[in-house]
């Protein structure tokens, strides 16, 4: 897989992995910092400063260059000969983002629609990041499905909500086509739970989340060009 390759976890690995890990790293030098002595605190401020400049850089790069973090982290993986189910794990870890992570996909519009909307993307990937966790448990698994699938119709809801305040035909339309990419791909998720009570094959299942939760990503990328 090389940069640019349209997989979801080449999209997620930035806003799941590398920040939530940089912010760590920020908090804990600005931790240093308030118990540092004196003449300390101009070198943790310079340790805290060059961590946001080293995330700004990333997030730059990765809009240039998308795919550029995932090769980064394949490459570290190699080097150090592990062996890691990257659709696995990046599907967990999305469920411990912050608004901080991911606030590409989120809308800074107050009004009650875009608030809601943002709510009830941020539960269905929520739900979606138990899956690893919950899949060989036939029954919390067969709950969890009931729920994903009650949280993409209240997605669709709000999108329709939301669909009023977006200006001009050219807006609507680009609006009305992702949601037609998510219908899809929330079908498509359906008919890999069916292959996988069938065949066992659990990365599958995780791909095809991951596929979801990019599409309720670019959902929200839309409104947001559209309308902030």
């Known amino acids: 897989m090389t940069m640019g390759d349209e997989t979801p976890v080449t999209s997620l690995i930035l806003p799941v992995l590398i920040r939530p890990i940089l912010s760590q790293l920020a908090n804990a030098l600005v931790v240093l910092s308030s118990t540092a002595e004196d003449g300390e605190i101009e070198l943790e401020r310079r340790d805290v400063a060059a961590s946001q400049t080293l995330r700004a850089a990333l997030s730059k790069v990765e809009t240039a260059h998308p795919g550029f973090t995932y090769d980064l982290v394949v490459g570290i993986m190699r080097r150090g000969d592990l062996s890691i189910n990257m659709n696995e794990s990046v599907l967990r870890l999305q469920g411990s983002t912050s608004e901080a992570d991911v606030v590409e996909y989120r809308l800074s519009r107050s009004e009650d629609a875009f608030q809601e909307l943002n709510k009830k993307s941020a539960a269905l990937k929520k739900i979606l990041s138990r899956i690893p966790d919950e899949i060989t448990d036939r029954k919390t698994f067969l709950e969890t499905i009931k729920e994903i699938a009650s949280a993409i119709k209240k997605l669709l809801d709000a999108v329709n909500e939301v669909a009023g305040f977006i200006p001009g035909t050219t807006g609507k339309q680009a609006l009305e086509q992702r949601k037609r990419e998510f219908?899809?791909?929330?079908?498509?998720?359906?008919?890999?739970?069916?292959?996988?009570?069938?065949?066992?094959?659990?990365?599958?299942?995780?791909?095809?989340?991951?596929?979801?939760?990019?599409?309720?990503?670019?959902?929200?990328v839309t409104v947001k060009n559209k309308c902030e």
Do not use: D, P
């Open 183 to 220: 219908v899809k791909f929330s079908k498509r998720f359906s008919n890999t739970l069916k292959e996988y009570f069938k065949e066992g094959q659990a990365n599958s299942v995780f791909v095809s989340a991951l596929y979801l939760i990019h599409q309720t990503n670019m959902i929200m």
